[in-house]
Each structure stands twice: as structure tokens, then as C-alpha cells.
């Protein structure tokens, strides 16, 4: 079983960047496509992007296409969001999640806070 620890948030101001981290145990963690989401206060969570098992495909939601990259390193079972221009829409609590097959996410994280400042 795959567990997920988020990392990286933080508070900064709009425009800049972060980048989070989600460091994963477990031996399998190659086989899993994984995603990350996010849930602002009052809203119900939302998709943010998703990278497949082996990083050749990925797929971002409209708000955040062009400015987020998700990317993983298999080696150090470790998927990654790197966010630039944030806005202060951007504000949430950040989830990364293990999916085995397509938009099949059964593991969560715990989740990290972004807050984006104007």
C-alpha cells in the first residue's frame, strides 16, 4: 500500500512561485498514475493535474493550464506541482493521490496549505 506526505506550501505573494512535493512509500509506487487536487474553504475539491505511471502523459484543469507542471521521479517515488504565477485563486488546501488505471484515486495525502496573497 502506497502512503503520500505532502510538502512545500506555503504563503506567497501573487505572481510568485512554489513548488510542492509529495514523497511516496511503498515499493509500487511507479505503477500508479497520480494526481494532485485541491479544495478551497467553502468549495468542494477539484481536479488540478494528473501524470500517468511513467510521466509520458499529463493533463492539467483550464484554471491552472500553462502556469503548473506536474512531473515525477520515479527513482525517488516523489511527484512533484511546480506552480508559477500564482494567484490568489490558487488559495486551497493542495492533495496529492495514487490512482491505479485512470481517475481510480483511492490513496490520499494529507494535504498541504497554499496561500497566495494579493
Known amino acids: 500500500q502506497v502512503r503520500l506526505v505532502e510538502s512545500g506550501g506555503g504563503l506567497v505573494q501573487a505572481g510568485n512561485s512554489l513548488r510542492l512535493s509529495c514523497a511516496a512509500s511503498?515499493?509500487?509506487?511507479?505503477?500508479?498514475?497520480m494526481g494532485w487536487f485541491r479544495q478551497a474553504p467553502g468549495k468542494e475539491r477539484e481536479f488540478v493535474a494528473r501524470?500517468?505511471?511513467?510521466?509520458?502523459?499529463?493533463d492539467y484543469a483550464d484554471s491552472v493550464e500553462g502556469r503548473f507542471t506536474i512531473s515525477r521521479d520515479n527513482a525517488k517515488n516523489t511527484v512533484y506541482l511546480q506552480m508559477n504565477t500564482l494567484k490568489p485563486e490558487d488559495t486551497a488546501v493542495y492533495y496529492c493521490?495514487?490512482?491505479?488505471?485512470?481517475?481510480?484515486?483511492?490513496?490520499w495525502g494529507q494535504g498541504t496549505q497554499v496561500t497566495v496573497s494579493s
Open positions: 501524470i500517468n505511471w511513467n510521466g509520458g502523459n499529463t
Open positions: 511503498g515499493r509500487t509506487f511507479w505503477s500508479y498514475d
Open positions: 493521490a495514487a490512482s491505479l488505471g485512470p481517475n481510480n484515486y483511492k490513496i
